[in-house]
């Protein structure tokens, strides 16, 4: 739960709401309707009006004393980011079925980071988070001033006079909240309601909002498996993961079909016969059978947990939104044994652990073991906060999102609304700050995009982490994800340094690293795409094309055939009306993408046939454009961007973009 701290307006309802709650709906309450009724009728603050000119989501603009009159209102304050905020949304999407009448719930999006405060962004999110009310951008915190929020998620309850009757601070009472509403709207019914329109400005639908019907929705996390030189791709929005190979051709989809969904999964890794998967908003850990994708819950009842401490066998132990897991083999730890699955609990702002086999722990002396399929807290103490510390239970994280292990000593953590990288030590589990953030612990603000040393770096929500290099001597590669960048810290300097070569990412969530190639994997959230990063002194980034057989289709125009010399032939097949203009640089433009980097040449077309050389691995795009003329005089020029994938010697061709002629009128 993060906060600002306002102060002011409502500065006695917060805590009357608050008391309200419990003596109706807490543990011994009694739901009495005299007491409902007698708050309703007590309620004498006007509710603020929204802002004029403000941008919406989902609706077009509302008007609390206006078109919203006569209804009940319920104000959702969030940020984007906030692990706290996505807590409520399943229950406030119940509350809109329960009572579709008379109730609007509407989201004011006060964003914490200057990057949530675009549009944009907050319309990808709303997409993401598959919101269907509709969300008002409050950038300028006009609403929550007038409001004296003071942390998210903040809930508002506005009767149909337009008077403000409930503030709920938090979410730990936000089924609470959702009781209050159904009886009030029960004993108190809305009436004379003024007409209303509300829009669907977002896709929701498979693919997600900008997505141009590709295969992904919003990527969270990745996965190299140097075993199998594949990839496994957490495709968030589309509740599913996926296995590709390196050159994005699906191989299979995870789970399987008579296995239970997943819901908005995140990070993952392959041990042994199974994935291992974080099904964050069924908070809990699973595992797939790689060969079948049948799959078995490793931790987590289900519903989101509250425990802090842990000790329970398998699915027994409830969790709160899991973010991503990585693999600890403790033999490489003196004094331990065991494999040991870590877990950036985001959803309590912890690190916790899960037993993949018997495990024992050796720290000063002190020797402790855990069963297997035990899972238990590592590190933190459950508070929100950026707190380092020598005593791991005292130390504290923010939305913990990434992990990544040096193999030895360090694991890694991109704790996300510190803005900072963290240091969990083994096997003290002592946490160290790497990077970012500010001295004090309390201070979640101290973010930006600056390059620098220890804190005097700034980043921005960081969410994805992998490392690189040799021992003793690694590399950081993070995703600095709402800078949309991937920055690069030292070990042992501690420095950051931007990557100024990869351009184009928006809010970058997941990073993995395949060492034999030097390629680092990318999950490209916000463009729907996974994209591969080649370093060095001549940086260069491409995309994936993540693609599903059964979706390849042929194009109009151009077909092709793959000789044994391992050339492209294209024929073009033009109407009898058109003709090859070969006065105008008809042209193919090649870029053939492999494990050792990008090459690219061209090839004129002067003729119906072409030959295009290609070596028959890795993925290529044709770009071509084509200058025609008709018999009546009109030259057309046309343009397509074909993707081809080549797999054991054979090749899937994908048409990318392809556009309208362009009609030019010769005199």
């Given amino acids: 739960m993060g906060s600002l701290d306002k102060g002011g307006y409502h500065d006695t309802l917060p805590s009357k709401s608050k008391t309200l709650l419990q003596a109706l709906y807490g543990e011994g309450g009694n739901a009495d309707d005299a007491v409902i009724a007698g708050h309703l009728a007590a309620a004498s603050m006007s509710a603020v009006e929204f802002p004029e000119n403000s941008d919406w989501v989902n609706s077009s603009p509302l008007s609390i004393h206006g078109n919203l009159k006569g209804r009940y209102v319920l104000l959702d304050f969030f940020t984007y980011c906030c692990i706290n905020c996505m807590h409520i949304l ?84 936000v089924e609470k909240v959702c009781r209050f509403v159904k009886d009030v709207v029960r004993l108190s019914p809305p009436t004379e309601l003024q007409p209303v329109s509300l829009f669907q400005e977002t896709d929701t639908d498979a693919g997600g909002l900008n997505s141009k019907k590709k295969t992904l929705s919003y990527p969270g996390k990745i996965f190299y498996h140097s075993d199998s030189n594949t990839l496994f791709i957490s495709d968030t929005a589309n509740n599913r993961v996926l296995q590709t190979n390196s050159n994005g051709e699906i191989l299979h989809k995870y789970p399987s079909p008579e296995s239970p969904t997943l819901n908005s999964p995140q990070g993952l890794l392959v041990y042994e016969e199974w994935v291992y998967v974080c099904d964050t908003n069924n ?53 331990c044994h065991g494999n040991l699955l870590m877990i950036a609990m985001a959803g309590t702002h912890q690190i916790w652990g899960y037993a993949l086999t018997d495990v024992s722990i050796t720290h000063r002396g002190k020797n402790t073991e855990y069963k297997a399929s035990t899972t238990w807290r590592l590190a ?49 589990f002592a946490v160290k700050n790497v990077a970012g953030g500010g001295l004090d612990p309390s201070d979640l603000f101290s973010y930006g995009d600056v390059d620098g040393k220890g804190t005097t770096a700034k980043l921005q929500h960081p969410i994805g982490i992998t490392i690189t290099g040799n021992h003793g001597n690694h590399t950081l590669l993070v995703a600095d994800s709402y800078n949309h960048k991937i920055k690069q810290i030292q070990t042992k300097s501690r420095v950051v340094s931007t990557c100024s070569q990869i351009t184009g990412l928006s809010e970058p969530s997941g990073l993995t690293h395949d060492p034999q190639s030097g390629c680092v994997y990318v999950a490209d959230t ?21 693609v599903d057989r059964a979706r390849v289709s042929s194009s109009t125009g151009v077909s092709w055939v793959l000789t044994e010399e391992h050339t492209i032939s294209l024929t073009l097949s033009l109407s009898f009306t058109k003709h090859l203009n070969t006065a ?61 994938n080549f797999v054991d010697d054979t090749a899937e061709r994908v048409l990318l973009k392809a556009s309208d002629p362009l009609v030019i009128n010769i005199d």
């Fill in 90 to 173: 399943p229950a406030l999407h119940k509350l809109e079925e329960h009572v579709p009448e008379g109730l609007v719930v509407v989201g004011v999006h006060s964003g914490k980071f200057s990057n949530e405060k675009s549009n944009d962004n907050i319309l990808n999110a709303v997409s993401r988070y598959k919101i269907t009310h509709p969300v008002i951008n409050d950038q300028n915190y006009e609403m929550w001033n007038s409001y004296s929020i003071i942390c998210w998620p903040t809930l508002v309850l506005i009767n149909p006079s337009g008077k403000t009757v409930l503030i709920s601070i938090g979410e730990s009472d």
């Fill in 283 to 335: 908070h809990r850990v699973v595992r797939m059978e790689l060969e079948r994708g049948v799959l078995e819950v490793v931790c987590g009842t289900g519903n989101q947990g509250h425990d802090l401490q842990g000790g329970k066998v398998g699915p027994e132990q409830e969790i709160s939104s899991p973010w991503d897991i990585e693999l600890i083999p403790l033999q490489s730890v003196t004094g």
């Fill in 380 to 428: 933190g103490s459950g508070d929100e906060a950026n707190k380092n510390n020598s005593y791991p239970h005292k130390a504290s994280f923010a939305q913990p999102s990434g992990l990544s292990y040096d193999g030895s000593k360090f694991v890694y953590v991109a704790d996300s609304e510190s803005s900072t990288v963290r240091s969990v030590e083994l096997p003290s």
């Fill in 526 to 546: 916000n463009n729907h795409a996974v994209r591969v990063v080649k370093l060095g002194e001549n940086s260069e980034s491409w995309e994936v094309g993540v």
């Fill in 584 to 644: 105008a640089p008809s042209i193919i433009k090649i870029t053939h993408y492999t494990t050792h980097g990008r090459e690219r040449h061209e090839v004129p077309v002067t003729d119906h046939v072409v030959q295009v050389p290609l070596v028959a691995s890795g993925a290529a795009d044709l770009a071509i454009t084509l200058f025609t003329c008709s018999e009546e005089g009109a030259c057309f020029m046309d343009k397509y961007i074909h993707r081809i």
